[in-house]
């Protein structure tokens, strides 16, 4: 089958739509055949090159199908009702460049929510971090008590509590204990001692002065 010319050339336009730039003079049968096989990216470029003329009666279905590729026809729908009850009419062009920036500004927002949530974790990580720190072992000779104590240092609490119990030992054996007990019953009950008379002393016999016999 030979192909004309016209066909020829709409071919040759299709498979280098990225070239493609002011279609101003550019017959609207044959753009009704190319532009249907164009992107957003390549609509968008097309319809920005061309000049004194709106292309807008063919590109405004072919929009609507780009919005409808892009967010879902769930996202077209909406879009319909919503001008419906406003009783207003937008072209499909500006509805999906909206979109587009609606997109773009959400997913910077989220960029950057997702750089503060990183930060946050990277200083509480850093706050996390197990310092090294040097503790002095306390004295061997003041951390024995009992057997198995020469093995090593014990710590500061674990001798603090073996002083306890020996000292706990201590008072209660000598609560136990005969001296305690004889202490307690003194105590009870105080000794008085008796009294008993003072021997006078006894001095030494003297015989009898002279004079005092010859008087007599």
């Not at 989220?110 to 004295?139: F, H, M, N, W």
């Not at 509590?161 to 009950?189: D, P």
Request: glycine residues 6%; hydrophobic residues 30%.
């Amino acid at each position: 089958m030979v192909l004309s010319l016209v066909e020829l050339c709409v071919r040759s336009a299709i498979d280098n739509l990225s070239h493609l730039g002011d279609v101003g003079h550019t017959d609207m049968s044959l753009l009704e055949v190319i532009l249907p096989h164009c992107d957003a990216d390549q609509l968008l470029h097309i319809e920005s090159s061309t000049e004194g003329r709106d292309l807008s009666p063919i590109t405004n279905e072919l929009w609507l199908k780009c919005y409808s590729r892009k967010f879902g026809n769930d996202a077209v729908e909406m879009v319909k009702r919503r001008m419906a009850d406003r009783k207003c009419k937008f072209k499909w062009k500006q509805l999906y460049q909206a979109k587009i920036k609606d997109q773009e500004e959400i997913q910077r927002r989220g960029v950057d929510r997702l750089k503060e949530l990183y930060k946050e974790a990277k200083s509480l990580k850093a706050t996390r971090q197990t310092r090294s720190c040097e503790i002095t072992p306390p004295d061997t000779k003041r951390s024995k008590c009992g057997p198995g104590s020469g093995r090593g240092s014990a710590p500061v609490g674990r001798f603090a509590n073996c002083k306890g119990r020996l000292m706990k030992k201590a008072r209660m054996e000598y609560v136990n204990s005969n001296e305690a007990k004889m202490h307690a019953a003194m105590r009870r009950k105080p000794v008085v001692a008796s009294a008993r008379p003072v021997p006078k002393p006894i001095l030494p016999h003297q015989p009898p002065r002279i004079g005092h016999s010859l008087k007599k």
